[in-house]
């Protein structure tokens, strides 16, 4: 990552910039602006945020990622679960690490905050760096289901439930 970039947790005066990041960050993709910086606002809306951290450059926010609840039921128990999304940088600085840089960070603080297990939904060669894996969310029953659905243990050493459900927060159903 270059240097002069922090990162940090992002705060209620950040929520216009993220908003530019995220539309910026997605416009020029195969993916399109697809309502993610409105689903930003909705988790945020509905207290569902876990982590939103950003990325900063020069006193300009050039990065964001969020992970928000997940309600998990694994074996038969809650499980505290998270799901990442989105995780955007703008398109000059990407490649650079910060994604990367910014995922980790939020990592390390869902570990903090005791979160068991987290979600995403998202490329298969670049989210297995982090830790998910596809064959840990095959075994979660979730609208979201299928070869882009991965997760992960947050403690390498916990053992991988055989089964269950993730219901990913409110706001994701909404999006239509």
């Keep these: 990552m270059s240097d002069g970039i922090g990162i940090r947790a992002a705060t209620a005066v950040d929520a216009e910039a993220i908003d530019t990041v995220i539309r910026t960050a997605f416009a020029g993709t195969a ?9 930003v606002r909705m988790i945020g809306e509905d207290g569902d945020t876990l982590v939103s951290l950003v990325a900063e450059q020069g006193g300009a926010i050039i990065g964001h990622m969020l992970f928000s609840r997940v309600a ?16 955007s940088v703008v398109p000059d600085s990407q490649g650079q690490g910060i994604g990367s840089a910014l995922i980790r960070a939020g990592l390390d603080a869902l570990r903090n905050q005791g979160i068991a297990i987290s979600f995403v939904l998202g490329h298969e060669d670049y989210y297995p760096r982090f830790g998910y894996s596809p064959g840990l969310a095959a075994r979660f029953a979730s609208p979201f289901a299928g070869p882009h659905f991965m997760a992960m243990m947050l403690d390498s050493d916990a053992a991988w439930p055989l089964g269950g459900r993730a219901d990913y927060a409110p706001a994701f159903g909404r999006m239509g």
Excluded at 31 to 39: M, N, P, R, T
Excluded at 74 to 87: H, K, T
């Design 72 to 87: 998990v039921e694994a074996d038969g128990a809650a499980l505290s679960g998270a799901g990442l999304a989105p995780v």
């Design 31 to 39: 993916f399109g602006h697809q309502g993610e910086a409105e689903l």
